[in-house]
């Protein structure tokens, strides 16, 4: 079996990524399927909400790897169409986690609107209940 490349984003745009912890060159192996175990069945159609999740994770993650990045660029480099992309990108402003923050350079017409998530959007608290220690951390959406 032939290991496929893991694209990423920020790959095709031309920029540099974080290394693959598990290296991208590292082969696939293959194992017999366990007779024993009942297959697991998949529908066969994703639902509305599941491509609409699915369409919002691809813009949120090009955000977070690209941002600040025009509607169009996340358009081209998702594969999604300019209105879902614009709906998507609305989505995320109403919740505030994303805002525009002003224009990008013209390739000749108009200059693109550039969008880029909210650094202090959400905080996240972790906790760590040791036997004997207690430790808590805050981090924002862009784990600061």
């Known amino acids: 079996m032939v290991a496929m490349p893991i694209i990423r984003l920020c790959q095709l745009a031309g920029r540099s990524c974080a290394a693959d912890p598990h290296g991208s060159d590292r082969q696939a192996t ?3 399927p366990d007779p024993s175990v009942a297959p697991i069945e998949h529908p066969l159609k994703a639902t509305h909400a599941q491509t609409r999740a699915h369409n919002a994770s691809l813009v949120l993650r090009a955000l977070y790897d690209l941002g600040p990045i025009s509607r169009a660029d996340i358009a081209r ?3 999604l169409t300019r209105t879902s992309v614009g709906e998507l990108v609305a989505d995320l402003e109403q919740d505030g986690l994303a805002s525009d923050v002003g224009r990008g350079p013209s390739t000749g ?4 609107t550039l969008v880029a998530l909210n650094d202090d959007a959400r905080t996240v608290v972790v906790l760590d ?3 004997r220690t207690f430790t808590a951390a805050l981090a ?3 784990a600061s």
Request: glycine share 18%; net charge positive.
């Open 140 to 142: 924002t959406f862009v």
């Open 109 to 112: 017409g108009k200059q693109p």
């Open 30 to 32: 293959w194992r017999r």
């Open 77 to 79: 480099l998702t594969g």
């Open 129 to 131: 209940l040791g036997e």
